[in-house]
């Protein structure tokens, strides 16, 4: 059983940056593909981002390409996101998700199904 915890969220104006963390407890990630999602209100939950195990394989989503980056530090057992350039269409609850495998295929990476363990989320808010 893995334990994930989100923290760094909080309200940037428009053009901002900000970077979220995702702490793992209970065991080790060093051998789970991790993923970011984000939900805004009335809305699915979505695909941002993921890595790989080793972490030399990333994915983003296109509306964030460029502008956001994953990372992890396993020796922390944390999984970074980056966020630059931040708009308001980045308003939402942003969850990180540890899946069953050290790898994902692109397509795999963007289904919240592959993913077995689950954060709270940390509030997001861009203003204008």
């Known amino acids: 059983q893995v334990q994930l915890a989100e923290s760094g969220g909080g309200l940037v104006q428009a053009g901002g940056s900000l970077r979220v963390s995702c702490a793992a407890s209970g065991r080790t990630i060093s051998m789970s593909a991790m993923g970011w999602f984000r939900q805004a209100p009335g809305k699915e939950r979505e695909f941002v981002a993921a890595?790989?195990?080793?972490?030399?394989?990333?994915v983003h989503a296109d509306s964030v390409k460029g502008r956001f980056t994953i990372s992890r530090d396993n020796a922390k057992n944390t999984v970074y996101l980056q966020m630059n350039s931040l708009q308001p269409a980045a308003t939402a609850v942003y969850y990180c998700?540890?899946?069953?495998?050290?790898?994902?295929?692109?397509?795999?990476?963007?289904?919240?199904?592959?993913?077995?363990?689950w954060g709270q989320g940390t509030q997001v808010t861009v203003s204008l």
């Open positions: 998700a540890a899946g069953r495998t050290p790898y994902f295929s692109t397509a795999q990476a963007m289904g919240v199904r592959n993913y077995d363990y």
């Open positions: 890595i790989s195990s080793s972490g030399s394989y990333t």
